[in-house]
Structures are given as C-alpha cells and as structure tokens.
C-alpha cells in the first residue's frame, strides 16, 4: 500500500526561527494534507493542496504540493513558543480511495524562548 | 468546518470488555471515518462508516473487532471488542463533506482516549 515518509522526525529551535519539513509518497497523491496535533487533541487542518505545483500560504505557514506528486513540504516562518505540537502530512490518491488519508509519521516540534 | 465531538474523551477498560465510541457532527455529512493512533505513532484509518450499510474496512482491520453503525448523516458508533492493552490508542473520528469543500479536506474530532488494562 501507499507509504508516506516525513522528516525530520523531530526538531529543536529557537523562537524566531524558520522550520521547514517534508514528506515523501511511494505513490502519486491528489491531495496533500499538513495537519497539527496538540497534545490531547485531534489533528487541526492547516493547509491543503490540489494540484502539481501549488504553492499555498496561511499566515508564517507555508506549503507547496511537489511537482511530481510523490512529495510536499510544509515552512513555518519567524516561529513561536504556540507552534509546538506534532506535526503531519496526510495524502489522498483519490479516485476509489476517495476520502482514504495516508499520513506521515510525524514531525514533532519543540520551541524555546 | 463542521464541529464533531466524540465521547467518551478517555475511558481506561478491563481486557475481555468492549467499548462504544460516538462521534456526533453539528451538521450532516456525506462521508465519515475512523482513524485509531497507537501511542507515540500516526494516524491510521481504521474504516469508512457508510450510512445505512456496512462499515468499509481497511486491510488489518475487521468488522468483528470493530464493528461500526452509521444511523444517519450527523452520528456514528465505533465498538472496539474483547479488548487487550495492544488496543490502546487514541480514536479518532473525521469527517469530510462537499457543502463543507469540494476537495478532500478533512476535518477531526477530539479523540477518545482508551487504555486497556
């Protein structure tokens, strides 16, 4: 089946600092999903893409779905103490897996002040 | 988005029992899932909840360990049966509507969380 691999797994920073991480499919995607997960919670959308290319911003979050399908890459801009959480891609190949997420293992980030 | 909300939020069982899991939308939604998170890992989709048929099954999973009923277009129930402490995760249930989006845009619950002893 469809295997998704994030990385880095984990990253440590300073607030104020850039973060970028990505995500790797074995297969083509039709959409890519970055969720955030707080601890206790369930997973919050951040940003979607729909097609080859898209580059898509939501506020210091920034997203671009790759060119060849298989890939996506989530930046987080001048980062703060509130962006800690766990971070995921998800991937949808749509057609008869409509509506089927595939997600990333995870990216889990930690802040300092 | 719609606002889904799930009980119970955490429940800690004894192994051999057997826990019901709701997820209730504010609003009517065409299609529905649930997801289980084992500890420390990512999410995993354990089926689609079809309204008025069977649940659809991902490989691994099966209807007599998690038997699923969707009543209507707002509601759906995931049982976990003769549960073990490999069971302990965090269950999730997402939702995904075209009056909400026409794309594939997810949206999730809070989670139960379930330990089993």
């Known amino acids: 089946g469809q295997q998704l691999n994030q990385s880095p797994q984990s990253m440590f920073i300073q607030e104020g600092e850039d973060v970028s991480m990505n995500c790797t499919s074995s297969?083509?995607?039709?959409?890519w999903l970055w969720y955030k997960q707080d601890p206790g919670e369930g997973p919050v959308l951040l940003i979607a893409?729909?097609?080859?290319?898209e580059l898509t911003s939501n506020g210091r979050l920034t997203a671009q779905f790759g060119i060849t399908r298989k890939d996506s890459f989530l930046n987080i801009s001048a980062s703060i103490p509130s962006d800690v959480g766990i971070y995921f891609c998800?991937?949808?190949?749509?057609?008869?897996?409509?509506?089927?997420?595939?997600f990333g293992q995870g990216t889990i980030l930690t802040v300092h002040p | 988005s719609a606002v889904i909300s799930q009980k119970p939020s955490r429940d800690i069982c004894q192994r051999g029992t057997s826990l019901t899991i709701q997820c209730q939308v504010d609003?009517?939604?065409?299609?529905m899932f649930w997801y289980r998170q084992q500890p420390g890992q990512s999410l995993t989709l354990i089926a689609t909840?079809?309204?008025?048929?069977?649940?659809?099954?991902e490989s691994g999973f099966v209807i007599d360990k998690f038997p699923i009923s969707r009543p209507n277009l707002t509601f759906s129930t995931l049982t976990v049966s003769n549960m073990s402490p490999e069971d302990s995760s965090i269950y999730l249930c997402?939702?995904?509507?075209?009056?909400?989006?026409?794309?594939?845009?997810?949206?999730f619950g809070p989670g139960t969380r379930l330990t089993v002893l």
């Open positions: 997402s939702v995904l509507d075209y009056k909400l989006n026409v794309n594939n845009e997810q949206f």
């Open positions: 297969s083509i995607f039709n959409t």
């Open positions: 893409l729909y097609k080859a290319g």
């Open positions: 998800a991937g949808n190949a749509g057609g008869t897996s409509y509506g089927k997420l595939t």
């Open positions: 609003s009517q939604v065409t299609m």
């Open positions: 909840a079809n309204q008025g048929s069977e649940a659809t099954y």
